[in-house]
Nanobody, 124 residues
């Protein structure tokens, strides 16, 4: 049984930082592209960032480019999202997701496995 378990969310002030983690259980981690998505109330789920399994190539949404950094540790089956200079508009539930053999795709439907989410709230 595959599980993705996120952690690291919380309440932070504008300009602050958080580091999200996602531990994968039950899948061969280094065969999957991994992504971070977020969903704010009343909005659709959107890609934040993803990282390919093959060459660690990355993608960032324009809204987080230069502030967020995605990384992975295949030996520990863990995905990270370092979030710096947080803004109020970054407030959302953040999800990690796995896409088998994926090339870092941006649509949620492309991802097979999902975590339960971790809440990030940025206060002004």
């Amino acid at each position: 049984q595959v599980q993705l378990v996120e952690s690291g969310g919380g309440l932070v002030q504008v300009g602050g930082s958080l580091r999200l983690s996602c531990t994968a259980i039950g899948l061969t981690f280094d065969e999957y592209a991994m992504g971070w998505f977020r969903q704010a109330p009343g909005k659709e789920r959107e890609i934040v960032s993803c990282i390919r399994w093959s060459d660690d190539g990355t993608y960032y949404a324009d809204s987080v480019q230069g502030r967020f950094a995605i990384s992975r540790n295949n030996a520990e089956n863990t995905l990270y999202l370092q979030m710096n200079n947080l803004k109020s508009e970054d407030t959302a539930m953040y999800y990690c997701a796995a896409d088998w053999g994926g090339s870092c795709r941006s649509h949620p439907d492309d991802y097979k496995y999902w975590g339960q989410g971790t809440q990030v709230t940025v206060s002004s």
